[in-house]
């Protein structure tokens, strides 16, 4: 699987949108991007994934790059409670990745008031 | 729909005796893995099942196994335990729709500790 780049940490005002960026320059043609997060004491929450458009869900917006090395995660309006680590995931769809996802360190994003 | 559900949610055992912990995918989920996550190493696969067959498995020791049953449920056990199998074990579930991983749902964890 292609390894991943985020940076360690990002703060974001309540209301405004949160913009996280990951680069993933030695993707394959096969390899989707996964968002996932994870509040502190909790399982990881699945929040959207893409190949080559850009995607939309009722949690978050997905943008990946033309040439898909990178792509940002945007949560439109954050609140207090999106106060989490997130993580980028590059993996292909099937063969030896199957249920197999590779978590790096994430971004710790911290929400204030 | 109810979510993965994982028991115990905590554990507490002894260094040498062994561990069940059960997981219970969303209903209709036939794709089962479980990760291992600590403070050190973060979040680490360790196997996944479909159809009661073992099809991934992480860089684990064979001290770590699993199983599936035909309802999908599923256990993993911990043999002869060591103070470094003290962790957050969380178990998550996917469609796992033909060809594409897909997502995957995750229970809230069991947390093991080794005394």
């Known amino acids: 699987d292609a390894k991943t780049t985020q940076p360690t940490s990002m703060d974001c005002a309540e209301g405004r949108a949160a913009n996280l960026p990951c680069n993933h320059s030695?993707?394959?043609?096969?390899?989707?991007v996964y968002w996932y997060r994870q509040i502190h004491s909790q399982g990881p929450q699945y929040i959207i994934h893409?190949?080559?458009n850009n995607e939309t869900n009722e949690m978050a917006s997905l943008i990946i790059t033309e040439d898909r090395k990178s792509s940002t995660l945007i949560l439109p309006h954050a609140t207090l409670r999106d106060t989490a680590v997130y993580y980028c995931?590059?993996?292909?769809?099937?063969?030896?990745?199957?249920?197999?996802?590779?978590f790096g360190q994430g971004t710790i994003l911290t929400v204030h008031p | 729909k109810a979510g993965v559900t994982q028991t115990p949610r905590y554990l507490i055992k002894t260094r040498g005796q062994q561990v069940t912990l059960s997981c219970s995918p969303i209903?209709?989920?036939?794709?089962v893995s479980w990760y291992q996550q600590t403070p050190g190493q973060g979040l680490q696969f360790l196997f996944e099942?479909?159809?009661?067959?073992?099809?991934n498995k992480g860089n684990f020791p064979g001290r770590f196994s699993g199983r599936q049953f035909s309802n999908s449920r599923s256990e993993m056990n911990v043999s002869t335990l060591e103070l470094g199998d003290s962790a957050l074990y969380l178990c998550?579930?996917?469609?796992?729709?033909?060809?594409?991983?897909?997502?995957?749902?995750f229970g809230p964890g069991t947390r093991l500790t080794v005394t």
């Open positions: 893409g190949l080559k």
């Open positions: 099942y479909f159809s009661e067959t073992q099809r």
């Open positions: 995931i590059v993996s292909e769809a099937g063969g030896t990745s199957y249920g197999k996802l590779t």
């Open positions: 209903s209709g989920h036939r794709s």
């Open positions: 030695t993707i394959s043609g096969n390899e989707y």
């Open positions: 998550a579930s996917s469609p796992r729709l033909a060809g594409v991983l897909g997502e995957q749902y």
